[in-house]
């Protein structure tokens, strides 16, 4: 290997090892976007033949073979056969085999001491197969994916490994913090319910309407910010309806799907980049086309998956230079029904069975649910009163506390009020921040007046509290400018 692991990843390698210690051989490890997963994957495997074994990877597209085998060349893992085909990089001899599932499907199973089934929440009988095959009982079988929630997982994998939550990797700055806006409603009413989703062709009679395709265009136009944009569709008709419309309005914009070919793809993804093309709307893309830099997520797609709608949203949290958060439009009602992505957490496989304590579940999960901010329609978390973006109070405060509240100008011109209820729970979120991190009472005094423009008003009785996204975003913003302004100053002098 020639990278060193991170920490969360290095955590995952030391879960799995004692895991399998103690006897379990069906793991699987759970790797949010920004994980890293290919590179944990590629470290499981480097450890596999360091102990003499042969390790086969599974992957389930064609377009991840190559791009597994290079990600494994990279790390100096070279040798490497393909079983897929008539690949050129067959050799059953070589001691890694990254095997397509559909030829693997069609073949006899290779000899293997270890087994890594990649992007595992997609599930293929002949894993099933292979799993149960007696030749294979005591094989470990490794599964790795970002959402392993598939129905039923659990009666094949023994083991979740959570190494960290997309919540942990955005906090440690792995992944870009976001913010959604609910801007519009979709009438469902008339979509049928299919295999745990939405029925497709329903769905695309629900959202597909000329007035719903321009008021995503018109939206995005407002809130937008002109941020390179992926827009995900329910269908290819869906998608190209609002390729044109986003055209129409002089915003350039480019359509894919899952049959873009290579080139074509390659040539989107180039003048994305280079700005030339502001706005891609796109349909079936979730496994290819992953790592273009996406600053703004616009979801006209509504799901009832929570892996689908994980996959959309994580499309737009990766780093990138300049970049302070993803923005995420939601016409789709999603965030309203399954709250916000840091909020999807599993602490089991599902093992397919009933559950019956369902119901206290469903509570508890709508308690959890956002709101939108009838102003603005800023997706607000649960609990927080008055909007952070454009200070709306909903009725039930009274106007003397409406009053309190003052504008403190925002980058981008926006105006935001805060009350003095806001600034309090602010102030005890600093103090819970300089808790975690055994910083005084100082720094949080310090960053209360740098957001609010002067001290505290109250310091005393207020008791620490977990510090929310918003406070976290805003001291990670403070303290990358802070940095900038001291690079300045180093250069200068
Ligand atoms: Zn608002």
Redesign the pocket.
């Known amino acids: 290997m020639k990278s060193e692991l991170r920490p969360h990843q290095a955590k995952a390698m030391d879960l799995l090892r004692r895991s399998l210690g103690s006897g379990k051989r069906r793991p699987m490890i759970q790797a949010p976007t920004g994980f890293g997963k290919t590179l944990l994957g590629a470290s499981i495997v480097d450890g596999a033949l360091a102990k003499g074994n042969k390790v086969t990877f599974c992957v389930p597209a064609l377009s991840l073979i190559d791009q597994t085998v290079q990600a494994f060349w990279d790390e100096g893992i070279r040798d490497v056969g393909v079983i897929q085909a008539s690949h050129e990089l067959t050799n059953a001899e070589r001691a890694v085999q990254i095997a397509s599932v559909q030829t693997l499907e069609r073949r006899v199973f290779p000899e293997t001491n270890v087994i890594v089934i990649d992007e595992a929440h997609r599930w293929f009988k002949v894993y099933e197969r292979w799993m149960n095959d007696p030749l294979f009982e005591n094989v470990p079988f490794v599964g790795l994916s970002a959402t392993p929630w598939t129905k039923g997982l659990g009666k094949f994998f023994d083991d979740l490994l959570i190494a960290s939550t997309t919540k942990d990797l955005i906090d440690a700055g792995y992944l870009s913090d976001f913010q959604v806006y609910g801007p519009s409603t979709p009438d469902l009413s008339g979509v049928r319910t299919l295999a745990g989703d939405w029925h497709e062709g329903d769905l695309g009679t629900a959202m597909d309407k000329p007035k719903l395709v321009a008021d995503v265009v018109s939206t995005w136009c407002r809130l937008g910010e002109d941020r390179p944009t992926l827009v995900f569709a329910v269908n290819r008709a869906h998608a190209k309806h609002l390729r044109d419309e986003f055209e129409a309005s002089g915003v350039s914009a480019g359509y894919i799907d899952a049959y873009t070919d290579a080139d074509e793809r390659d040539s989107i993804r180039r003048s994305f980049h280079s700005g030339e093309i502001k706005v891609v709307c796109n349909v079936g893309c979730l496994t290819t086309g992953v790592d273009w830099d996406v600053r703004c997520i616009v979801l006209a797609r509504p799901t009832k998956s929570e892996m689908l709608f994980v996959q959309m949203v994580g499309r737009g949290l990766r780093t990138a230079e300049g970049k302070q958060d993803c923005l995420i439009l939601d016409h789709s009602d999603t965030h309203q029904r399954l709250g916000f992505v840091t909020e999807i957490l599993h602490e089991n496989l599902d093992d397919g069975r009933p559950k019956t304590s369902s119901n206290s579940k469903n509570v508890e999960k709508k308690e959890k649910l956002p709101t939108v901010?009838?102003?603005?329609?800023?997706m607000?978390p649960v609990g927080m009163h008055a909007?952070?973006?454009?200070?709306?109070l909903p009725e039930k405060k009274s106007d003397v506390e409406a009053e309190e509240g003052e504008l403190v100008a925002m980058k981008g011109g926006k105006k935001q009020k805060y009350t003095a209820e806001d600034k309090t729970r602010w102030y005890s979120e600093l103090l819970g921040y300089c808790h975690e991190k055994g910083k005084s009472r100082g720094y949080a005094d310090g960053k209360f007046k740098d957001k609010f423009g002067h001290w505290p008003a109250t310091k005393w009785g207020i008791s620490p509290v977990k510090p929310s996204p918003e406070v976290l975003s805003f001291i990670r913003s403070r303290n990358i400018a802070w940095a900038k302004s001291r690079r300045k100053k180093e250069n200068a002098a």
């Open positions: 901010c009838p102003s603005c329609s800023f607000k909007c952070p973006s454009c200070g709306f």
